[in-house]
């Protein structure tokens, strides 16, 4: 009887050991909670450092809102050489990355359309809003830098504007990979 425990024991704490061997292995890309922003930031930053002339980083937040609310950042960018696209996306608390093919709408319009969404001035509603939800767009193409920042309820009086043509456009690249491709 005495045999039974100690050998049940001993498998017992074989198979704790092993579960606990194969969690560390496995990780399923949750990271300690961080500033969405700043982590964009750094990641767009080393990006160019290691030699990449063209990073957009797309940025959804809140302005108002209660402490806690899902913040997410979208870093992409293309590596020729790979001929891919890589999109790395970071939340409250969890990152992944995709390698995929994807269109680059979003940079062709741009270019397409540089001089406008450069000059494009968004006309505010008659109303103010102390609670919103924005996008932040930081787009970096060799030596230039162009930033704007864009809460939701602009977009409607300004429907015609390159500029929200963009921000849709974007939004439309990042629906097609996190929602059809990866649901």
Request: charged share 25%.
């Amino acid at each position: 009887m005495k045999k039974k425990v100690i050998l049940i024991t001993i498998l017992l704490l074989t198979a704790v050991a092993s579960y606990s061997q194969n969690k560390k292995k496995h990780k399923t890309g949750a990271i300690a909670p961080v500033d969405v922003k700043k982590r964009a930031e750094l990641i767009t930053d080393s990006l160019i450092k290691s030699g990449h002339d063209t990073v957009l980083c797309f940025i959804r937040d809140c302005k108002g809102c209660i402490e806690g609310v899902n913040k997410t950042a979208f870093v992409i960018w293309s590596d020729t050489e790979q001929q891919k696209t890589f999109i790395r996306r970071i939340q409250n608390n969890s990152e992944d990355q995709h390698n995929q093919s994807l269109n680059l709408a979003p940079i062709d319009y741009f270019v397409s359309f540089k001089e406008s969404i450069l000059q494009d001035s968004l006309k505010e509603p008659e109303f103010r809003l102390s609670h919103y939800r924005f996008s932040l767009i930081n787009f970096i193409f060799g030596q230039k830098h162009f930033e704007a920042t864009i809460p939701d309820y602009f977009e409607g009086n300004n429907i015609d504007k390159s500029l929200i043509g963009w921000l849709y456009s974007i939004r439309s690249l990042l629906f097609e990979a996190y929602t059809l491709k990866y649901p």
